[in-house]
């Protein structure tokens, strides 16, 4: 009975283990640990587990294949939880050698960050001109546009990344709209830094009456075309007679480019995170404290900061508040 609970409790333990991770992070990690097993193929005498010279070696190869030293540093981490899960010595990998590699790395291969840029209120509402409203599947783009705009929502909150794999403990919901007139309350359950059930957060959203921006209107256009259809999921698009397929991240960034390029502007240079950088930028313009910013977008971290397009005007206003700070200075004296 004794080694009947054990065993028991082992397969149990064993499926549990599978939630440690997001699916999006072990879908890297097994991408990481594939390009390593393509190193031990090409470069003789290298195998796992590691020791720090094929360490050192490894980095170097990856230094050699990739653009971004973040991207190296995230290869090699993929290496070291490896090593961590089958319980084997990891301590090369905080080694000198093995920092100064990485800082060397990094020196060497000097990299810029390229990010989507800001879709501002301006340029939203000049693709609101070049929406077809009379087109159902266009409405509900253009909602979830708005959503995702004004919640400062990240794409994996409204919509899955194919029509098979939407998650109702993930994505939008109908449940998820509290409505009102003139105000609704968007409930978040889920999100990047909350994939543990930890806490839920809620956004009101205001009505804009008479405007194509108007995210409720948007809402409940949305959720009337949708009174037929059987999921629950917030946005769904008709296809055919009575038939419902659910709005898909690629089928919503491809037609977000599309109306960014009808209005005369390049495409390539815009995603769907050009929505939330957008939306932090107008809400900071608009002199809105940052904690509520950070919490408007969920961040865990000041790393709403570098979402920000900061004007050269706004830039100014730091040289004007020193230059009269030090007039005041100097008239005191």
């Known amino acids: 009975m004794f080694w009947y609970i054990v065993a028991t409790l082992w397969k149990q333990k064993e499926a549990t283990m599978k939630f440690a991770f997001a699916h999006g992070t072990f879908k890297n990690l097994k991408v990481q ?86 879709i501002s209120i301006g340029i939203l509402d000049r693709m609101s001109r070049v929406v077809d409203v009379t087109d159902p599947k266009e409405r509900v783009m253009w909602c979830a546009i708005l959503v995702m705009f004004f919640c400062m929502l990240r794409s994996s909150n409204l919509v899955p990344k194919s029509k098979t794999s939407f998650d109702p403990d993930k994505q ?34 205001l009505s804009i009456p008479g405007s ?31 038939k419902f397929v659910h709005l898909t991240y690629p089928k919503l960034s491809g037609q977000l480019k599309k109306w960014v390029k009808l209005i005369g502007l390049n495409s390539k240079k815009f995603s769907l995170h050009s929505l ?36 050269v005007q706004q830039r100014c206003q730091v040289a004007e508040k020193i230059k009269a700070s030090v007039l005041n200075a100097i008239n005191l004296n």
Not at 175 to 204: N, T
Not at 285 to 310: C, F, T
């Open 33 to 118: 640990w594939k390009t390593f097993q393509q190193f031990c193929e090409e470069v003789d005498g290298i195998s796992f587990p590691v020791d720090i010279v094929s360490l050192l070696l490894y980095m170097q190869y990856l230094s050699n294949k990739m653009k971004s030293p973040q991207t190296v540093t995230n290869y090699v981490n993929g290496l070291r939880v490896l090593h961590a899960l089958y319980n084997l010595d990891t301590s090369m990998f905080y080694s000198l050698e093995a920092k100064l590699l990485s800082r060397a790395i990094k020196r060497s291969k000097l990299h810029r960050v390229k990010q989507a840029e800001p």
């Open 172 to 205: 939008l919901c109908k449940s998820d709209i509290i409505k009102g007139q003139d105000v609704m309350v968007v409930s978040i359950r889920w999100s990047k830094v909350i994939q543990f059930a930890q806490r839920h957060y809620h956004i009101p959203l």
């Open 212 to 242: 194509l921006l108007c995210p409720i209107q948007a809402i409940y256009d949305v959720l009337e075309l949708s009174k037929a259809s059987k999921s629950t999921a917030l946005f769904v698009i008709p296809s055919g007679k009575s």
């Open 276 to 311: 939330r950088r957008g939306s932090a930028t107008l809400a900071f313009a608009s002199q809105v404290p940052g904690e509520l910013i950070k919490a408007q977008g969920d961040w865990s971290s000041d790393a709403y900061i570098r979402y920000l397009d900061i004007s």
